[in-house]
Every structure is written in C-alpha cells, then in structure tokens.
DNA sequence: CATGACTGCGTATGTCATACGCTTTAATGC
DNA sequence: GCATTAAAGCGTATGACATACGCAGTCATG
C-alpha cells in the first residue's frame, strides 16, 4: 500500500522512457519540490505542435512556452525523442467507443479505424513522430485492447487478430500521411489541395508523354470528370480491408461448423 | 534536336526539384566544367545511408566522401531534402517485371507488392525518407505504371485503381516500416528480433497486469506456443487485402455481365 | 541541525544546413 | 582573338539545436 504504482515486480527490468510513460517513477523525496509535471511538460509540447507544427517544437521553445530555462525539461524527460514519443501517445487521445454486446466485428473494427484517422486529422503532426516500436505506451496499449476487443470471437488466431489490428492501424496513418503531406503541400504554395491535385496530373501528364507509360495513359483519359471525394478513397480503401478479413472470418465459421 | 529533353511546353512551369529529378535542367553551358554529376552525389549518398544509416548522411560527409567542399554539393542539388528524395527515388530499384500476357491481375499485383517490401528491404534507410507527396519521380512513376498494368481489364474504376496501388504500396511501406524498427531497436540493444518480441510480451504482460484489459490478457493466454514467422505475417496482410480486391473484381464482373 | 539527494539552470560543445561572396574557368558575342 | 559574363568550387559566417557538465540553492531525513 506504500507503493502508489501497484505492485510491479522489483527486479524487472523496464526502459526509461516506459517506465516514465506508465508514471511509474519514484516519489523523488528528497529535494526540492519540482515547479513542473510530465504531464505539464508533454501538454505544453502538444500545444507547440499544433499551433506551429513539430519544427517548432524544440527544447528551448518548449521550456520558455513553460517559463523555465530550457535544461530544465531533462529533469522530466531523458531525451527529446522520448518527449515526442510521450507527446504523440496523449495526444492521439481517447479510442472510440468499444465494441458494445451484441454488436458485429465489423462495425466494431471500421469504428476503431475511424477513430485512428480522426486522431491523427486532429494532431496532423503526430504523423511526422516515428513509430519506436510495437504498442507500450498506456494510451497505445488502451487503443490496443480495443482492437482485440473488436475481434474477440471471430474465430481468428491470436496472430492473425495482432496482424489485423496492425494492418487496420496502420492503413489508417498511411491514408493519413499520404492525403496530409498533399495537403500541407498544397497550402505551403497557397493552393487548396484540389488545385494542388489538378497541377499533379497536369505534371505527370506532360512527364509521362514522351515515355512508355501506357496504363497511366489510359487511367489519365479515363479520369478526367469523376471526382471522388477524400472520405470516399479512405472507405474504399477501409471496405477492402474489412471484406478481406470478412471472407477470412466466414471461412473459419463454416470450418468450424463442419467440424463440430 | 537542339533540345536533348524531349519538347515540353516551354511555359510549363516544374518544381526545381521534379526537373532535376528527370534531368531536365539546362545545358550549364557558360562557365567551366563540372567536377561531378547529380547521379555520383545521389549514389554517393545512398552509399552512405547504406553503410550508416540515414543519420550518417549529412553535407559534409557526402561532400567529403566524394574529395569535395560542403558547399560545393549545392551546385547540383538544392536543398538536403531534395537530395534525400533523389536518393530514395533511386534506391528504390526498378520494379519487379510486369504483369505478363495472359497473367491474371493476382499474381501481378502480388509480386508488385512484394517488390516493394524487398525494396524497403534492402535499403531499410528508404522508409525514414518522408513521402513527400503523390508519385512523381521518375523511377517512382514507373513503379506506378507497373501498377496500373496490373490492374488493367479488371473492371475497376481510375480511382479505384488509384486507391488499390495506394493500399498496396502503403501496406508495404508500413509493414517494412513496424518489423524494420523493432529489428533496429532490438539490434541498438544487442538482441535478436525474436528476444526482443519475447521482451516485448514480457514487459506488456507486467503493464496490463493490474489493469482492465481482458483482450489483451486473452490474446496473451493464447498466444503461447504459435509462433509465425515474418513471412507469413506479411502474407497474411496481403491476402487480406487481395481477398478484398479480388470480391469487388468479381462483383463488378458479375454485374457487368447482367448488364451486357 | 547537518547531510546529501535533488532542483533549476547557466554555460559550453559539437553538429548541421545553408546564405553570401570571392576567385577561377571557359563558352559566347563581337 | 579578345572582352564579356555565367557558372563552378568552396571558404567563411550564421544561427539553430540537442545535450553534457557542473554549480548553487532547497528541503526531507538521520
């Protein structure tokens, strides 16, 4: 009971970064009471993201953001990366609601897809924090959970629901780098990303015609008047995904009754 | 025949960057040789990102590697950024053979996918490089236009066709992108992948531990024993979304029949 | 009340990308 | 053939930046 972070066993070993991500650091009794917290640190960098993007976001910006000289942040955080990583796992915030009872994989799934792209549209900087490895951080690790949670009973195995997760997630901050980096393109030349996709096909048209490109070509000519709108790409692109999964899960059920 | 670029429209307008990647940039004709061309100082620094990783690559030592000054290294590129972006262009490799005569859709669009990961694979330092925008390097485009070839006849819609090379090539990006990192990050702690996966499961059973996290402890409970190779992972992930292509491949084929 | 862990933080170091301008070179216009 | 002038190589300077080191002040504990 004098321990506030429950009981971990003493002699595991954890790193630093994770152990300070989980606030499991050790009352520091001794000293002078600190002027700052983490949290206060990591809100601060999150609030520099998003007014001026993640190059505004150094140490010295951050710390005078926050009043105190700028070595002052390394007595919360060993580095800045691990500031980043901290920054980018509170600010993708809160997942979406879990599966409910009763309710389908499916929805479950596209539901917890969506809400990883709205994170990420929310904190379009959290796109440009390289991901450091599988899931650790709490907020991760909660996201995680209600992955799993939205595939319980599908009949797939336990690698198959960490490959599914994995690549749901990771459709998701792929469609969102790539219609984000167009975008920020686009208005660092004063464009809107419309016109910025117009000028795109009007360059590639003019490279590719002297060369052998014929199924560009053939897609240029085909384009020209339908115009999708962005949610409907990253649907369609969601819908594959989940009917591949969907055929996989169907598979198994009828195996499964065969079996019985 | 005066111009050795081919006839584009003289008015075009084309980011320096683009240009310089197609060669299209002027005969330098007036002052004295130069010592170098663009392609030895993209080689020379995908030499060095190869043998020390992309944080290796600085002015300095690209222009030292190649009996060069620093400054000298902007006479044939404008900016770092644009030099990384050539180099990714170039590392890249060419892509895997096209789709053959007769050759379904599947396998095509398959080996391209796995061309790309075997890409990413061989220059691990390609995916620290940010996507700067929609494909528009040469070598990039031609990736693309293999692509599209893939896809040809299949009945899918230029966007939909679009989207399904976006997916795919995203899919491999971020899978080469999560197994490259915790390969790093076990090797910068002197482990193999595998004790570093084993470390990872460790650390993440002691942190949901005292939480509420049944999925996650359900899946631990499971997991055990079954272990997939990396392979089989990656597989997994492609034939989800093939599987998925392949359902509104046969959609359209059927609907398209009822029509005719 | 003294000890010493811990605080904030000033200063210093080393690394980078890159702006600027000088000197040398060589193709072009006369 | 000669003057002109664009372009090459590159030395020097600038301004960010992350972070190592160490010091002086603070405060719970023995």
Do not use: C
């Amino acid at each position: 009971m004098g321990d506030p972070d429950g009981d971990l066993p003493d002699d595991f070993e954890l790193p630093e970064n994770v152990a300070l991500a989980w606030g499991l650091r050790d009352r520091p009794s001794r000293g002078p009471k600190r002027s700052l917290s983490l949290e206060q640190v990591v809100a601060t960098g999150i609030r520099v993201a998003q007014a001026d993007g993640i190059s505004a976001v150094s140490m010295s910006r951050v710390a005078s953001e926050l009043g105190v000289g700028t070595m002052s942040l390394y007595r919360y955080v060993p580095t800045k990366h691990d500031l980043l990583d901290l920054m980018a796992d509170t600010a993708y915030g809160p997942p979406p609601s879990p599966r409910a009872p009763g309710e389908g994989w499916r929805p479950a799934l596209t539901r917890w897809a969506e809400g990883n792209l709205a994170a990420l549209r929310r904190q379009p900087w959290i796109r440009h924090v390289p991901i450091g490895g599988p899931p650790i951080n709490p907020n991760a690790v909660r996201w995680m959970e209600y992955g799993f949670l939205a595939l319980r009973g599908t009949g797939l195995r336990p690698t198959e629901r960490i490959s599914t997760i994995l690549l749901v997630s990771g459709y998701a901050r792929s469609w969102a780098t790539t219609t984000g980096d167009l975008a920020e393109a686009a208005a660092r030349t004063g464009q809107t990303p419309d016109e910025a996709g117009q000028r795109y096909w009007r360059q590639l048209a003019v490279l590719t015609a002297p060369g052998p490109y014929p199924a560009i070509h053939e897609l240029m000519a085909e384009v020209g008047e339908e115009e999708e709108t962005d949610e409907a790409e990253w649907r369609f692109g969601l819908d594959r995904i989940l009917d591949g999964i969907e055929a996989l899960v169907k598979a198994r059920a009828a195996g499964q009754t065969q079996h019985q």
